[in-house]
């Protein structure tokens, strides 16, 4: 498999409170993470990279290697993680109501395990086709589920960036887990909505089923959300399943 991952600070905002990173662990299977940060001053930073770094450091322990035993990892220590956040935002005033969403796979032989919180999303591209494979967490998504909004409507709606959900906020979390088949071809792609608020669904098909190496295809997909107003970080990281199963950050 091939790797790849970007982030950048957008047109908009002063500082980046997205944060990514993939780690591999003692079984040789990797764990690729994305987190989107929200908080006053520089606390969406920090619990973003609480949860990246803390987790990432503890499946670079772990001797995890089967989908079943990487979905009891994942909900343990990203609600462990939970804890943490909040225990975090209350020690300190300006740390005060910090959280994160967070998305992640892990990446398996012949499967991928996700597990996510928020609305940063996982997306799969099969036989030219995009499917998001994560629910949002969010307002905006229980008013579309509930009829009361179309998704159209949702779009830009005015509240769309209201979570329900996320880690950090409150002291217990409940963790969507799911495991996932693959095959040679497949992309996955893990985001947040820096990216999917900017660029339509049609255009990041089209951007990923081009014909250009898997690092300007996310730099594509980057510089498209930018040019679309850059309104919030943007942070890319795609996963190409390939016969080869050989993995290049």
């Known amino acids: 498999m091939e790797i790849n991952f ?10 980046n409170q997205d944060y990514a990173g993939l780690f591999e662990n003692q079984s040789g299977v990797s764990l690729a993470i994305l987190a989107d940060g929200m908080g006053g001053h520089q606390a969406g930073d920090v619990a973003s990279q609480m949860a990246v770094n803390n987790l990432g450091e503890r499946w670079q322990e772990s001797l995890i290697d089967t989908s079943e035993k990487a979905a009891q990892w994942l909900i343990k220590e990203i609600q462990d993680e939970n804890e943490m956040i909040y225990e975090k935002g209350q020690s300190r005033p300006e740390y005060l109501g910090m959280g994160t969403t967070i998305v992640s796979a892990v990446l398996l032989d012949q499967s991928f395990v996700l597990a996510n919180i928020g609305d940063s999303r996982a ?4 036989n030219n086709e995009l499917r998001q494979l994560t629910e949002d967490h969010s307002l905006v998504n229980e008013l579309v589920k509930s009829g009361e909004i179309t998704r159209e409507m ?8 209201v979570l329900t959900r996320s880690l950090g906020m409150p002291r217990t979390v409940e963790v969507d887990v799911a495991n996932h088949l693959w095959v ?3 992309y996955i792609l893990l985001c947040s909505d820096g990216l999917t608020n900017m660029v339509s669904e049609e255009t990041i098909l089209t951007i990923l089923l081009s014909e250009r190496p898997l690092n300007e295809k996310v730099e594509t997909l980057i ?5 679309a107003g850059g309104a919030d970080n ?3 990281l795609v996963i190409h399943f390939d016969e080869q199963k050989e993995e290049n950050q």
């Open 234 to 236: 943007i942070t890319v």
């Open 223 to 227: 510089a498209t959300a930018n040019e």
């Open 184 to 186: 040679p071809d497949d």
């Open 123 to 126: 997306y799969l591209v099969r």
């Open 154 to 161: 949702a779009a830009n709606h005015p509240r769309k960036n």
């Open 6 to 15: 970007q982030t950048d600070v957008g047109r908009k905002r002063n500082t």
